[in-house]
């Protein structure tokens, strides 16, 4: 056996020195091929925000970005008939330049809540539900204020319900259980507003439906009130969608015994006809259905179903993917997805909810979903009274990726456990660039450079956003610290509402903490794949 002198160790000591001084830049190169996602962020000008509340849009045009503030919580609350909000607005280096208090009255003293607000040229649309619970009415309002906060002209009132007892929920917003709603599309390339207006199931004995769709002066061009042959109570739509003239929209009946029925429900305005076509697939059995409208305007179909036999409520995920100019089915797939990670609180499918679709330049589609539930906590105050109040959960999320002939590719989970009293926390946002899905969401520190589904640290009081790069070709993802390796001063916090794509590889970040900042993020050295394993 030989043995190394003192003199012998030192030597060697220095050769594998200087040995790993030169293949280090190797070894950080092969474990940083895609650098950081976050290649540059810039920090817009604070402005102080105390005792205001930032309505979750931004609005933008060459020269500017508009946020709207509110006084109150509720938002658009009117005294003497002015509605308190005030046009934030930014120049394109996010320094502030002005602040436009709305002016002029709506004639109205009751609470005020946007449900869709537009920005057209030098104005705001503003489309709102006034609220009277002392009378038990509800209507949805349209008003524009110009570039100097005027109200200009008069109020459209576009749908009122009566009629509504005390104890009803007042709060109609862009939700499930909304009566009134609003979506801007694009018809004949103009630009149009389509208005929907549910009622309450109370002394209904068929579901209706009222439908408006206005020109960009809130004129109604067509108009229809449907009757659609289904029991209120028994029925739900998903968002209705508007196309080449035509309505769309899933309706999904609840059977008295057990079991649903999903129709895909259109309807004409130029032939006056409403048509119901029975949603099934063979050898499958539809757990929910929902219908998207995408960026380019095609319409997505997509759902959750469990095999014929299956004990289970959910198996896998479908898609049907049509294009809207020549009416043609582009693709269509389904595939059984594995079960979320043995041992979370999520093990189960059924939480399942699909929340973002994505076409490629060549066809495919990507298919982001996150397990997402809500249950309901009961604490006691030091008074003994006992409350009730939601819990939310926000878990592992997932991504299906298929070709353009609908064929399965990859599916990927991205281990996540995250609870909250609020939902602004919970959820994420993402982009997708040609070959990278650049995804945000709040996580645990610790989870930064943890992989193993097993070790996973629950979210309950401490998190950080991350930034998650998910490889299109591969499916393979990586996860960053979005501050990491920048001079960022300002704490970074995501609350789901208040990101913003800027396309192709930019996000606008609103922060509300005591301040608001504007924060542009802009993402690159991410295009390839990770050498790390999920």
């Not at 500017?64 to 308190?84: A, H, M, Q, T, V």
């Not at 609840?254 to 129709?263: C, E, H, I, R, S």
Request: glycine share 6%.
């Amino acid at each position: 056996m030989n043995f190394l002198t003192l003199t012998d160790r030192i030597l060697v000591k220095k050769h594998l020195i200087a040995l790993f001084i030169l293949i280090l830049p190797f070894v950080l190169s092969s474990y940083d091929a895609t650098a950081q996602a976050v290649s540059q962020i810039r920090v817009g000008e604070q402005l102080s925000m105390k005792g205001s509340f930032i309505y979750p849009g931004l609005f933008r045009d060459v020269y500017s970005y508009y946020l709207l503030s509110f006084k109150n919580p509720d938002f658009l609350l009117c005294r003497e008939g002015i509605p308190e909000f005030t046009i934030e607005t930014f120049d394109t280096a996010m320094k502030h330049t002005e602040s436009i208090p709305v002016r002029a009255s709506l004639n109205s003293y009751h609470k005020l809540e946007p449900i869709y607000i537009d920005k057209a040229q030098h104005s705001f649309d503003m489309f709102s539900t006034e609220t009277s619970v002392a009378t038990g009415t509800s209507r949805s309002i349209a008003f524009r204020v110009g570039p100097r906060g005027e109200i200009q002209g008069q109020p459209v009132i576009l749908g009122e319900i009566t009629g509504l007892d005390r104890s009803a929920t007042l709060l109609y917003t862009a939700k499930e259980d909304s009566y009134f709603r609003v979506a801007r599309f694009h018809e004949d390339s103009s630009a149009v507003f389509l208005y929907t207006q549910r009622y309450p199931a109370q002394d209904q004995p068929t579901a209706k439906l009222m439908v408006k769709v206005l020109d960009t002066a809130f004129a109604v061009k067509r108009s229809k009130l449907l009757n659609l042959a289904v029991p209120p109570e028994y029925s739900k739509m998903s968002d209705i969608l508007l196309a080449q003239g035509e309505l769309f929209f899933i309706l999904t009946v609840q059977l008295p015994l057990g079991g649903k029925v999903f129709k895909l429900v259109t309807y004409n305005f130029d032939q006056d006809e409403l048509s119901y076509y029975d949603f099934t697939m063979e050898g499958k059995k539809i757990h929910s259905l929902e219908t998207c409208m995408l960026e380019k305007g095609n319409i997505v179909i997509r759902g959750l179903f469990a095999d014929d036999g299956s004990k289970k409520e959910v198996d896998g995920l479908l898609y049907f993917l049509f294009d809207t100019d020549n009416q043609t089915l582009l693709s269509s797939g389904s595939v059984t997805i594995p079960a979320a990670r043995p041992g979370s609180s999520g093990d189960g499918l059924e939480h399942l909810q699909i929340k973002e679709t994505f076409v490629r330049q060549n066809g495919d589609v990507v298919i982001l979903s996150e397990l997402y539930w809500t249950e309901v906590i009961d604490f006691t105050d030091s008074e003994g009274k006992l409350y009730l109040r939601p819990w939310y959960h926000s878990d592992d999320l997932l991504a299906v990726y298929f070709d353009k002939t609908g064929n399965w590719k990859w599916s990927t989970w991205i281990p996540r456990e995250f609870e909250s009293g609020s939902e602004e926390m919970l959820g994420f946002h993402s982009l997708m660039t040609d070959s990278v899905i650049y995804i945000i969401y709040n996580d645990h520190p610790d989870n930064l450079m943890n992989y193993d589904p097993g070790k996973i640290k629950r979210v309950k009081g401490r998190w950080m956003p991350l930034a998650v790069t998910l490889d299109l070709d591969s499916g393979v993802f990586r996860k960053y610290s979005i501050s990491s390796g920048s001079e960022i001063k300002t704490d970074l916090s995501f609350r789901r509402g208040y990101l913003f794509n800027l396309p192709p590889n930019e996000m606008i970040w609103i922060l509300t903490e005591g301040y608001l900042n504007l924060v542009r993020i802009t993402f690159g050295n991410a295009e390839r794949s990770s050498t790390k394993k999920n």
